[in-house]
């Protein structure tokens, strides 16, 4: 069963926009809410990075690389998350992973949208 599912990867210009979605569509709404969320992201030959992450309670962080440019948001009643991603950088292409990380620990993982920002 899918726990987690990215969309909204694709190609943009330098400078361009992005907005990334995930949604937990098997998740029941209490356990949505108590959740932390996060997006990584993963560069050809490099490690998976955390990118932003919003806790149960609404806070935010985010990477150095991220801040200023990118937001991330949940809305609840739609069990969503989102990655708004501006300003964007060849540095930001990426396989995009949404992560979600449950009160006991589990954490579940999307299949991943690819961003390729390119002139």
């Known amino acids: 069963q899918v726990q987690v599912a990215e969309s909204g990867g694709g190609s943009v210009q330098p400078g361009g926009s992005l907005r990334l979605s995930c949604k937990s569509p098997?998740?029941?709404?209490?356990?949505?809410?108590?959740?932390?969320m996060g997006w990584y992201r993963q560069a050809p030959g490099k490690e998976r990075e955390l990118v932003a992450s919003i806790d149960s309670g609404g806070g935010t962080k985010y990477a150095d690389s991220a801040k200023g440019r990118f937001t991330i948001s949940r809305d609840t009643s739609r069990k969503m998350v989102y990655l708004q991603m501006s300003d964007l950088k060849p540095e930001d292409t990426a396989v995009y992973y949404c992560?979600?990380?449950?009160?006991?620990?589990?954490?579940?993982w999307g299949q991943g949208t690819r961003v390729t920002v390119s002139s």
């Open positions: 098997r998740t029941i709404t209490s356990v949505f809410t108590s959740s932390d």
């Open positions: 992560s979600r990380k449950e009160i006991g620990g589990q954490m579940y």
